[in-house]
Nanobody, 129 residues
Framework: QVQLVESGGGSVQAGGSLTLSCVVS????????MAWFRQAPGKEREGVAA???????SYANSVKDRFTISIDNTKRILYLQMNSLKPEDTAMYYC???????????????????????WGKGTLITISS
């Protein structure tokens, strides 16, 4: 069974940086769409960033130019580098995998990336002002 395990969460002050990792088991990470989502208390889950099998990436406007999604194919790890963190970035962050090779991205929507098949359990990020 496919497993996704996130790590790297924690508490940092605004303006700081964090890198999240998602270790993927029983999954060919480079051949499929991979993405990061987040959910803040009382809010909908929102898509943050996605990477397709061809290496193309997409970012929600709220994180563009601050977050970077990447893959280490050898280690089967999905990363999310987060810089210039803001209090509004506080949320549980989830990684997700899709059987499709190309991510289905619909800009201007909260979900942002659609059709994910597998999810991790999340890692918590808390940003203090």
């Amino acid at each position: 069974q496919v497993q996704l395990v996130e790590s790297g969460g924690g508490s940092v002050q605004a303006g700081g940086s964090l890198t999240l990792s998602c270790v993927v088991s029983r999954w060919t990470i480079r051949k499929n769409c991979m993405a990061w989502f987040r959910q803040a208390p009382g809010k909908e889950r929102e898509g943050v960033a996605a990477v397709s099998s061809d290496g193309s990436t997409s970012y929600a406007n709220s994180v563009k130019d601050r977050f970077t999604i990447s893959i280490d194919n050898t280690k089967r790890i999905l990363y999310l580098q987060m810089n210039s963190l803001k209090p509004e970035d506080t949320a549980m962050y989830y990684c997700a995998a899709d059987y499709s090779s190309m991510c289905v991205v619909i800009r201007g929507t909260t979900t942002f990336v659609y059709g994910m098949d597998y999810w991790g359990k999340g890692t918590l990020i808390t940003i203090s002002s």
